[in-house]
């Protein structure tokens, strides 16, 4: 079984900062874990992972950055300069035997 749970969200205006933490418990080994985000009425969109590397969306290369502790079983996104239409809800997810693995996202809102 794997579970996910994501913390670190909130409001914060034009230019600040957020750090995302995405916790993951499983008796399997967790490889790849990514971020997307939603927006109301769009759909939910890839915004980086980390596995052996680490990638990014063109929308947020050079202001977030993704990083993990493995001893703390957590994912981070870090995001600076956050701009209003980063807000949304933020998730994150693995994969595991064939199956996406989501946690039930935390709010980001950034005000103008």
């Known amino acids: 079984q794997v579970q996910l749970v994501e913390s670190g969200g909130g409001l914060v205006q034009a230019g600040g900062s957020l750090r995302l933490s995405c916790l993951y418990s499983s008796i399997y080994t967790i490889n790849t874990v990514s971020w997307h985000r939603q927006t109301p009425g769009k759909e939910r969109e890839w915004v980086a992972e980390?596995?052996?590397?680490?990638l990014y969306d063109r929308s947020v290369k050079g202001r977030f950055t993704i990083s993990r502790d493995s001893g703390k079983n957590t994912v981070y996104l870090q995001m600076n300069d956050l701009k209003p239409e980063d807000t949304g809800v933020y998730y994150c997810?693995?994969?595991?035997?064939?199956?996406?693995?989501w946690g039930v996202g935390t709010q980001v809102t950034v005000s103008s």
């Open positions: 997810k693995t994969r595991k035997f064939g199956h996406d693995v």
């Open positions: 980390i596995d052996e590397e680490t």
